[in-house]
């Protein structure tokens, strides 16, 4: 086994005492405290994560947005400059290999952020599938740490340390800027349900950045948040995480995410036969569908635990955690068309062989208030 890497900010995560857990390959810091204090830190106030293991990939060139449309779901050549979106990248049988955000830095250059378990897959995939474009695809993944600001606080703590236009820069949108004499791309994206901002910058201005946000937010109640709480927060939000709610056994159809396949954009793409029947077999046949279960108990579901009706197994928990906001477990859940509806009763949970009752809801659990 190879060790684990290490982000720039490797040093200061210990120093801050960061119980600290392999994730994806890389040592990453699962919390500093209370995961529950850090939780509420974002949904009240604002919390401060490092995301450098996240991978990104750059293409450029003349035809590097044909080339994305091609390897990508998504009408990529679309986006506007400064402008970032949500996507997927499929197998040739229509299974998921990563969901994505791609970034229009220019009118030749792109960004592509994958999950740190698949950026090497995403990476190889891309490349393979660019080739007969006038493109180039480049392993950036050493060239950025990433660092996150989230929550109600998150406006006020960055534009006390940049001259951006924040109030300008929409959501899933991203412009240069200098945030404490530091050059970042300045992303307004995120993946804990609240408003905040996503800083690209140079591994080697990382710890500079980070400290100079400490600073900016200690009167705003920021605190450090590891990857325990970045769950709960994603969870709560309804996001789907790679490997639980998303696999390469699903499209984009069975996971209820049919409208990130752009049928119409010019051109073929990697998956298109597939996925254009799977659209059929979604419309003709509605696949399991991805809710909300809310616990009437204290109990706590997992991944992979059977979801139960009428004594017949009806679906499978994708993930599970206790809610720190609604103070209830909750859990995200694949399960038959007839028992998704909110409100469905009869609906439980086999937790080592006793069925506990939960209430099925739409998702997501929690919405920030706008």
């Not at 900010?9 to 119980?19: Q, V, Y």
């Not at 529950?36 to 009240?44: F, L, N, S």
């Not at 299974?95 to 950026?119: F, K, P, T």
């Not at 393979?128 to 006020?156: H, K, M, N, T």
Request: glycine letters at 12%.
């Amino acid at each position: 086994m190879s060790e684990p890497r290490r982000t720039a900010l490797d040093a200061l995560h210990r120093s801050l005492g960061a119980t600290m857990t392999d994730f994806a390959g890389w040592d990453m810091p699962l919390r500093y405290a209370s995961e529950r204090d850090e939780h509420t830190a974002v949904r009240t106030r604002a919390g401060l994560f490092d995301l450098s293991h996240m991978g990104e990939i750059t293409v450029t060139g003349p035809a590097a947005g044909e080339a994305l449309d091609h390897a990508l779901v998504g009408h990529i050549s679309a986006l506007a400059v400064g402008r970032a979106r949500y996507t997927m990248i499929c197998a040739p049988d229509g299974g998921i290999l990563d969901d994505l955000i791609v970034y229009r830095l220019g009118e030749q250059e792109y960004m592509v952020v994958a999950n740190a378990s698949n950026a090497q897959v995403v990476l190889d995939a891309v490349t393979e599938r660019a080739a007969g474009f006038d493109a180039a695809v480049r392993d950036d993944r050493d060239a950025y740490a990433l660092i996150a600001v989230q929550g109600p606080e998150s406006p006020g703590i960055l534009k006390s340390l940049t001259d951006a236009d924040l109030d300008g820069l929409k959501y899933y949108a991203g412009l240069p800027g200098t945030v404490a004499g530091v050059s970042a791309l300045i992303a307004r994206t995120g993946y804990t349900g609240e408003d905040g901002f996503e800083l690209f910058v140079a591994p080697a201005d990382a710890e500079k950045l980070w400290q100079a946000l400490t600073d900016a937010g200690a009167g705003a109640g920021l605190v450090p948040c590891g990857l325990s709480c970045r769950d709960t927060l994603r969870l709560e939000a309804g996001m789907p995480l790679y490997g639980n709610e998303l696999t390469t056994a699903l499209t984009p159809f069975d996971a209820g995410l049919g409208r990130v396949v752009k049928f119409d954009k010019p051109g073929d793409f990697v998956g298109r036969q597939a996925l254009t029947a799977a659209a059929e077999r979604a419309a003709a046949e509605p696949p399991r569908r991805l809710v909300g279960l809310v616990a009437e108990g204290r109990r706590v579901p997992r991944a992979g635990y059977p979801v139960v009706a009428g004594g017949a197994v009806i679906g499978e928990v994708t993930s599970g955690a206790p809610s720190p906001t609604l103070g209830k477990p909750i859990a995200m859940a694949y399960v038959d068309a007839a028992h998704a509806a909110p409100g469905t009763s009869g609906v439980g949970v086999d937790i080592r062989g006793t069925h506990e009752p939960y209430e099925v809801v739409a998702l997501p659990f929690y919405k920030r208030q706008r």
